[in-house]
């Protein structure tokens, strides 16, 4: 976790380096399988400097009795851009 926290930081100050015109993000939303470490979060807020927390694309969706619940929770940082692209269809 401490590595990639370092992987982030460094990201962070090259896209945010002085006459980019960006500012810096209210909060990092950690996807994919690196969201399952423990304690990345933490390690990647201590670091940067900015609150950071797993992002959950599934939020408050009900998940069907038929899916396995505690898989579907692991897996749902990978899930991101389905998710999204599902959720276009809705607009």
Same mark, same amino acid.
């Given at each position: 976790?401490?590595?990639?926290?370092?992987?982030?930081?460094?990201?962070?100050?090259?896209?945010?380096?002085?006459?980019?015109?960006?500012? *810096?993000?209210?909060?990092?939303?950690?996807?994919?399988?690196?969201?399952?470490?423990?304690?990345?979060? %933490?390690?990647?807020?201590?670091?940067?400097?900015?609150? *950071?927390?797993?992002? %959950?694309?599934?939020?408050?969706?009900?998940?069907?009795?038929? *899916?396995?619940?505690?898989?579907?929770?692991? %897996?749902?940082?990978?899930?991101?851009?389905?998710?999204?692209?599902?959720?276009?269809?809705? %607009?």
């Amino acid at each position: 976790a401490a590595d990639l926290g370092q992987q982030v930081s460094r990201s962070l100050h090259s896209c945010l380096a002085p006459g980019s015109g960006r500012e *810096a993000p209210e909060q990092i939303l950690i996807c994919g399988g690196c969201a399952n470490i423990p304690g990345v979060a %933490d390690v990647i807020s201590s670091r940067v400097g900015i609150p *950071a927390e797993r992002g %959950d694309p599934l939020g408050q969706m009900k998940i069907s009795t038929r *899916a396995l619940a505690q898989g579907v929770k692991k %897996d749902a940082t990978a899930l991101l851009t389905a998710c999204g692209l599902a959720l276009r269809s809705f %607009d």
